[in-house]
């Protein structure tokens, strides 16, 4: 059983993800109740959890995450925001060029294969006639990566829910 548990705050915002054991400990404890579980049983009947909420409200100072080459990509699936190819040779577009004073930003910079990235050259997507897939945002948590990972990955589907808009 090396599974792991969502940790949500008194808020239901993502605080971070635990061991199944650590969060045993904080539900026998009362310090955090049970909101999700799996079906199996710990114990006779304790169910295994999946999401626990804390009782009472955690202050978390906030930490910026990177503008990465890496977070980008990983932020966009590793896909291609106007075409969907998911493949080698990723590179990374402006979505208003840098030419046209468009910054290194998380809103303004999404992943684009090789022949998107080309084929919009200097213009805007709407110029270029390019939708793109998802608008670029800057990541809102530390915890984004790792739980839209395992989303994703179909490991932890009912954490969606408590971390739409992350």
Not at 89 to 110: A, F, I, K, Q, Y
Not at 146 to 153: D, G, N
Request: aromatic letters at 8%; charged letters at 25%.
């Amino acid at each position: 059983m090396g599974s792991k548990v969502l940790v949500l705050n008194a808020s239901y915002e993502p605080l971070n993800i635990t061991s199944w054991r650590r969060a045993v400990v904080l539900l026998i404890k009362g310090k955090a109740e049970q909101l999700e579980h799996n079906g199996q049983l710990i114990y006779a009947d304790f169910p295994f959890p999946t999401v626990i909420r804390l009782r009472h409200y955690v202050r978390v100072p906030y930490k910026e995450i990177p503008l990465t080459r890496r977070n980008v990509l990983q932020r966009d699936s590793h896909t291609c925001q106007y075409c969907g190819y998911s493949g080698e040779g990723l590179t990374l577009d402006h979505v208003l060029p840098r030419s046209r004073r468009g910054g290194d930003t998380w809103e303004n910079m999404v992943t684009a294969c090789v022949r998107c990235n080309v084929k919009k050259g200097n213009r805007t997507p709407r110029e270029a006639n390019m939708v793109l897939r998802n608008p670029p945002r800057r990541p809102h948590s530390s915890l984004y990566f790792e739980v839209t990972r395992q989303v994703r990955s179909g490991n932890h589907a009912e954490w969606g829910k408590y971390v739409i808009g992350m």
